[in-house]
Structure formats: C-alpha cells, structure tokens
T-cell receptor, first 116, second 117 residues
C-alpha cells in the first residue's frame, strides 16, 4: 500500500541551527515521484522539489538540501542555518501510477518553528 | 505573487448546494492541478488537467467534477455539498502536461476557503 509518514509532528529550533525533516514512504511501484511542499503561516502552498525514483542524487538549493535513499525508503529534507522565515508546515508527498491510475499521497506534515 | 489566481477567496454555503471554484493558471502554463486541504483528510490531490484534457485523477469524489476551458482556466464544481467538504481548495499550474511527474515547478494559487454550514 502507498503511504507517507512524517513522524515529526512539530519541531522547534533556534535560529541558525540545522534541522532535518524526515519523510519515509511505502510503495510497491518501481517508478514513483517524491515531493516536498512548504506551507507558511500565511497559508499558501509552495512547491519545493520533485524527485523521481531513478534519481538518487542528493540535491542542494541554497540552504535547503534533500537526501533520497531508496534503501531506507526515505526522502529527508535539511535546512541549514535555519531562519525565522523557515517557520512553516512542510509536507512530503508520493505519487505513483498503477495501470494508468494515479495515486498521490501527502504526509501529515511537520510544523517547524524557528525561534529568534 | 505566483501568477495563479483563484476566485472566490471565501465561499460560505449550505449543505446540499452546488458551488464552482475558478482557477486561472500562470500565463503560458498548460496544466492545472486541484488540491483539497481539510482538517480531517489533510492535503489531497484531486485532479490534473492539461490543455483541456484530464491527465491524472486522485481522490476526487463523484460529486465533484472539473474541467479546463480553451483559455486554460479551470473550474472545480462541487455539488450536493456536505459539512465534510469544508476545506481550503488550492489550484496549481505547470507548463508541462506530464501527469504529476513533471519536472516543472508547481505554482500555487492562494486558495479558496469553502465553508459548508
């Protein structure tokens, strides 16, 4: 069955600390896609990254980095030198297509609070 | 500003009614995605349209339907509304039409908050 687990409901860090948000997924498909989204207190959704199952290269974008490990079915997200503006709820998601039917599952989100 | 517009921002209606939510994608984007965010169900993908055609379908109820028009704006129709349909409905757009697997960044609109009383 398809599943996305974000076990950390809420994390609080002090500004400039590094923080890692965990995402563990379950799927039977060999072709799938993983996503991260940010939802700041203002409520809008912001797309951060998409990864396909064949690309295990880690990705870095400024202070953000993602570690994709198929061996542990994880797609973790690290923010380096966190800032107050990083305070938001972060969602991990998994999509796969089985016989033409798409399934797209979001995790329950991790609320990150960065304290000044 | 993402360039994606959604109207209305807020909608309050009664059970059993029908409403239409509208989304205009960024200029040049051909795909529109609809998502629902509720307290009970969390975030859910509903449906994707590309250049007028349905491309991917998620957890969209039969009471809900969507379409994308020739000018690429999209409408999400919700009928026989129930209390549990109260949620924030987001749309997003990308240039590509690849079903959910596009490498394009998804740009989200501000959402429509639907309250069913």
């Amino acid at each position: 069955a398809q599943k996305v687990t974000q076990a950390q409901t809420e994390i609080s860090v002090v500004e400039k600390e590094d923080v890692t948000l965990d995402c563990v997924y379950e799927t039977r498909d060999t072709t799938y896609y993983l996503f991260w989204y940010k939802q700041p207190p203002s409520g809008e959704l912001v797309f951060l990254i998409r990864r396909n199952s064949f690309d295990e290269q880690n990705e870095i974008s400024g202070r953000y980095s993602w570690n994709f490990q198929k061996s542990t079915s994880s797609f973790n997200f690290t923010i380096t030198a966190s800032q107050v503006v990083d305070s938001a709820v972060y969602f991990c998601a998994l999509s796969e297509a089985t016989s033409g039917t798409y399934k797209y599952i979001f995790g329950t989100g991790t609320r990150l609070k960065v304290l000044a | 500003d993402s360039g994606v517009t959604q109207t209305p921002k807020h909608l309050i209606t009664a059970t059993g009614q029908r409403v239409t939510l509208r989304c205009s994608p960024r200029s040049g984007d051909l795909s529109v995605y609809w998502y629902q965010q509720s307290l009970d169900q969390g975030l859910q993908f509903l449906i994707q349209y590309y250049n007028g055609e349905e491309r991917a379908k998620g957890n969209i109820l039969e009471r809900f339907s969507a379409q994308q028009f020739p000018d690429l704006h999209s409408e999400l129709n919700l009928s026989s509304l129930e209390l549990g349909d109260s949620a924030l409905y987001f749309c997003a757009s990308t240039h590509s039409g690849r079903a959910l697997g596009s490498t394009d960044t998804q740009y989200f609109g501000p959402g429509t908050r639907l309250t069913v009383l």
